[in-house]
């Protein structure tokens, strides 16, 4: 290559490299062992088709966490002697997952590697991850990945230039490396000026201006800050005091940046909801996780569930201009509640339920299906990018409060909207209890025992847990209704006659041991009952789940590490 050496590097098999739902994600220190990066990047290029990837662009940047820029140099150096003809990457190496799904469809990239660990602590003794996007700006498929962790299981090579690399990324530019170019883009700016073909800005701009509006938005010291800037202060001309933890740091501040009412608990006493109680209290809030992806709503003292909020931006869409002609079709992932079904009935459109791993929304999106979709686990997005996009969430809300205020008045506030919508369409009390870092043996067990208990339920009709009656219990399988392609054991499901139910599934977002996720819902329609105290509501099923899982005498926990 000219003017930079190559090197070919005899290499062996690391164990373990198998990426999960949002990529391959361990600590920084097993990341830091001899060739394990190396090997990893390795497996995704050969893993390509080489006459396809040879000559190609790729996007590449981070949340920012630690061993992001060291990661960086090391990737850039393998696509060059790879053969790879540009790669893409943010100011400082930063560019959030929305927005790498964002320029790689602009520029018609042939995929992108996103080094983010998401909403998992950052640090040297911290969590690290590897992801790598297609063409479509979505996560790669089972397929691929599939032949990405083989690879990985037989690699005796790699190939990376040896030549310093002498890169400015503190400003856009291009720096050529050889045969390859390395452009540097304002990620925030590409970003917002898509935003600006989706929602009305002078609108939004106007009802921000209200003096008797107001906001916090966290971004937990995650990616999320230059964007916010972007976004919600130079265009929106929101006051900076109202963003906090808008500076990314390597180790997110030492906290962890998961957008929920445990972690952010910054912003949840500042939104009155703490045990310390605030008096001057923002109408909005929301937060975002290290790579801003997802989102947490907040109203004034008043908490919105994921599965409200993603079933309440579909009830509203025709007050975003991008949805103007209507909605194809409507998606959650199998733990989310079923608000979303009963917007989706009403609207006349699909609901699809698919497992949990947003590359399942993807084929849909592409396929002309879906164009608003949620998890419960606070990601929220739509088919404008193939990724969830946390403030693209705050966005369609701010719309949607300048929509119910638009005849002026006493402000309406978030939690009149989530009311209003419980009154039109019931509400789906919903818990989430999350068990970290548990002995994978222990949670193994747990599972198979549920298994064998769904056998039991379904043989036996009428079988009943407390005072419910069963209506299904299997363990959930998927068949995409686009390639007919098949997932399997993506959970265990009780669904009772009325309703409600409890899941268990195991995630792979964790980076040591298992985190078991525990799932209950309970459907109200009786107006009378609409303002109970979730975890009151959701008592007895949350009782249910615990005696039929055996969970505290198999894991030893007596409580989760944390409740939604």
């Known amino acids: 290559m000219a003017g930079v050496d190559v090197a070919v590097v005899e290499t062996k098999p690391h164990e373990g490299q198998r990426p999960g739902t949002s990529g391959l994600r361990k600590k920084v220190t097993v990341f830091q062992q001899e060739n394990y990066l190396e090997n990893f990047i390795q497996s995704v ?49 930063l560019m959030s997952t929305p927005a790498v799904s964002a320029i ?24 690290f991850g590897v992801k790598y996007n297609i063409a479509s700006g979505g996560p ?86 230059p964007f916010a800037k972007e976004a919600l202060v130079a265009e929106l001309g929101i006051p ?70 993603v079933a309440i ?24 509640s079923g608000a979303l079904d009963r917007v989706a009935a009403k609207l006349g ?34 088919d404008h990018i193939r990724e969830k996009d946390g403030l693209w969430a705050v966005l369609c809300w701010l719309t949607i409060l300048a929509d119910q205020n638009k005849a002026g008045g006493a402000l309406v506030g978030v939690e009149t909207i989530v009311r209003n919508h419980w009154k039109a369409f019931g509400r789906n009390y919903y818990s989430r209890y999350d068990y970290e870092e548990v002995e994978s043996a222990a949670a193994k067990q747990l599972m198979a025992g549920l298994v064998a208990l769904t056998e039991k339920a379904a043989a036996e009709p009428g079988y009943k847990m407390g005072s419910f009656t069963i209506g299904t219990a299997d363990e959930f399988s998927y068949t995409d209704p686009v390639d007919q392609s098949v997932a399997s054991h993506q959970g265990i499901r009780f669904i009772f006659d009325d309703g409600s139910r409890i899941i268990f599934r195991l995630s792979g977002t964790g980076s040591v041991g298992a985190t078991i996720r525990l799932y209950v819902e309970k459907y109200e329609s009786d107006p009378a009952l609409l303002a109970q105290e979730t975890q009151e509501a959701v008592a007895e099923l949350i009782s249910i789940a615990l005696d039929v899982s055996n969970l505290e005498a198999l894991t030893g926990r007596k409580k989760p590490t944390v409740i939604t």
């Open 45 to 93: 290029f050969d893993a390509l088709p080489a006459d396809e990837f040879k000559g190609c662009t790729l996007v590449l940047s981070g949340d920012g966490r630690y061993y992001n820029k060291t990661a960086s140099d090391i990737i850039i150096r393998m696509a060059a002697a790879n053969g790879v003809k540009r790669v893409i990457v943010g100011i400082d190496f």
């Open 104 to 127: 790689i469809r602009k520029n018609k990239a042939y995929g992108g590697i996103i080094l983010t660990a998401s909403h998992n602590p950052g640090g040297p003794k911290a969590d």
């Open 140 to 225: 790669a498929p089972s397929s691929l990945t599939n032949a990405m962790y083989d690879l990985s299981g037989k690699i005796s090579q790699y190939k990376i230039a040896t030549t310093p690399l002498v890169l400015d990324v503190s400003t856009p530019g291009e720096t050529r490396y050889g045969d390859l170019t390395i452009e540097v883009v304002d990620a925030a700016k590409e970003y917002v000026a898509l935003m600006k073909t989706l929602f009305d800005f002078p609108k939004l701009k106007a009802f921000c201006a209200r003096p008797d509006f107001s906001l916090c938005y966290d971004s937990m010291h995650g990616v999320a800050g």
């Open 240 to 309: 900076l005091a109202s963003l906090v933890g808008a500076t990314p740091l390597e180790d997110f501040g030492g906290g962890h940046p998961d957008p929920n009412l445990t972690y952010a608990h910054d912003l949840v006493n500042k939104m009155g909801l703490g045990e310390s109680k605030e008096d001057d209290v923002p109408e909005f809030g929301a937060a975002a996780d290290g790579d801003a992806d997802r989102n947490m709503i907040l109203g004034k003292r008043f908490f919105v569930t994921p599965s409200d909020s």
């Open 313 to 336: 931006i579909a009830a509203h869409s025709s007050t975003i201009p991008y949805f103007a002609g209507g909605l194809k079709g409507v998606a959650r992932s199998m733990p989310t």
């Open 349 to 382: 459109v699909a609901c699809y339920e698919v497992p949990t791993g947003w590359k399942f929304f993807g084929n849909l999106m592409d396929a002309g299906r879906l164009s608003i979709c949620g998890e419960e686990s606070f990601g929220t997005g739509s």
